[in-house]
């Protein structure tokens, strides 16, 4: 039950794209499309961003897509706003029917 | 409106024991998989335990097989976790959320804190 790994940081300025990588193995990513994307904000609880790697939860902004190749998982977030301004975590379903979250990517909009 | 509210979280020596609970409402408990994830201070998000909706199918992380209980109970609309010789490094936030049916968490409590401590 090894931790993805996502990158520690990324930073864009508003109106820009950003990507965050989410790289599994064949045990978790690579095997299945149970991937799903979390937003967090300093003392707030989680908030389902993407599930089942490409979809989009009702009320969840369409700037958010995700995608996966092999094993490694992928969030975009397009036009960058303010708001977006979070920690975000992937999360993947696994062999022996768990789940394994990433270690989480600060996102800074600059 | 959909909400779970989790409580019993507190300050518990190492090796004692600690039972949360998750009271939910606003939507048909008994339907939906439940699960514990736990985030530690300053860290990142951890998966605990999972429990069918039936409560016959339970999961858990290895660090807590042994020590860490996930129950229900569908006529009170309630979640448990009976945590026992607690460590030092459960020391967490534990969130109850619900399964959105696709092995994907689409409802989160707000969180309750346990610290393990002498």
């Known amino acids: 039950q090894s931790a993805l790994t996502q990158p520690a940081s990324v930073s864009g300025s508003p109106g820009q794209s950003i990507t965050i990588s989410c790289t599994g193995t064949s045990s978790d990513v690579g095997s299945y499309n149970h991937v799903s994307w979390y937003q967090q904000h300093p003392g707030k609880a989680p908030k389902v961003m993407i599930y089942?790697?490409?979809k989009r939860p009702s009320g969840v902004s369409s700037r958010f897509s995700g995608s996966k190749s092999g094993n490694t998982a992928s969030l975009t977030v397009s036009g960058l706003q303010a708001e977006d301004d979070a920690d975000y975590y992937c999360c993947s379903y696994s062999a022996s029917s768990t789940l394994v979250f990433g270690g989480g990517t600060k996102l800074t909009v600059l | 409106e959909v909400q779970m509210v989790e409580s019993g979280g507190g300050l518990v020596q190492p090796g004692g024991s600690l039972r949360l609970s998750c009271a939910a409402s606003g939507f048909t408990f008994r339907s939906y998989e439940m699960n514990w994830v736990r985030q530690a201070p300053g860290k990142g998000l951890e998966w605990v335990s999972y429990i069918s909706s039936n409560g016959y199918t339970i999961y858990y992380t290895d660090s807590v097989k042994g020590r860490f209980t996930i129950s229900r109970d569908n006529a009170k609309n309630s979640l448990y976790l009976q945590m026992n010789s607690l460590r030092a490094e459960d020391t967490a936030v534990y969130y109850c959320?619900?399964?959105?049916?696709?092995?994907?968490?689409?409802?989160w409590g707000q969180g309750t804190m346990v610290t393990v401590s002498s």
């Open positions: 089942d790697v490409n």
């Open positions: 959320a619900r399964d959105g049916q696709l092995w994907f968490f689409d409802i």
